[in-house]
Nanobody, 125 residues
Framework: QVQLVESGGGLVQTGDSLRLSCAAS????????MGWFRQAPGKEREFVAA????????YYVDSVKGRFTISRENAKNTVYLQMNSLKPEDTAVYFC??????????????????WGQGTQVTVSS
């Protein structure tokens, strides 16, 4: 089992950058496939990015490609989401999630067993 705590959210302006962090406690962090999701007011939670166990393979939703970068430091039990060129439509609560039994469905919410409490990101125009 793993506990996840996100941090780094805040209020920024269009074009600014933020780096979100997700600290994991528990054993075997490197055995979890990790993802970031977000949920805007009145909308369903959606996939943003995912990273493989070693960090060598990453996946992104089309709307953030070229602007966001997911990475992880297994020695620190932490996964990051670097967000550049932020837009108002990026405003949402951002959640990190852990999948202990990855089978290829990196963007499916149901594949992830563990979730953090979320961190708010607000981008003003």
């Amino acid at each position: 089992q793993v506990q996840l705590v996100e941090s780094g959210g805040g209020l920024v302006q269009t074009g600014d950058s933020l780096r979100l962090s997700c600290a994991a406690s528990g054993r075997s962090f490197s055995s979890y496939f990790m993802g970031w999701f977000r949920q805007a007011p009145g909308k369903e939670r959606e996939f943003v990015a995912a990273v493989s166990w070693s960090g060598t393979t990453t996946y992104y939703v089309d709307s953030v490609k070229g602007r966001f970068t997911i990475s992880r430091e297994n020695a620190k039990n932490t996964v990051y989401l670097q967000m550049n060129s932020l837009k108002p439509e990026d405003t949402a609560v951002y959640f990190c999630a852990a999948d202990p039994n990855y089978s290829g469905s990196y963007s499916w919410i149901g594949a992830y067993d563990y979730w953090g409490q979320g961190t708010q990101v607000t981008v003003s125009s």
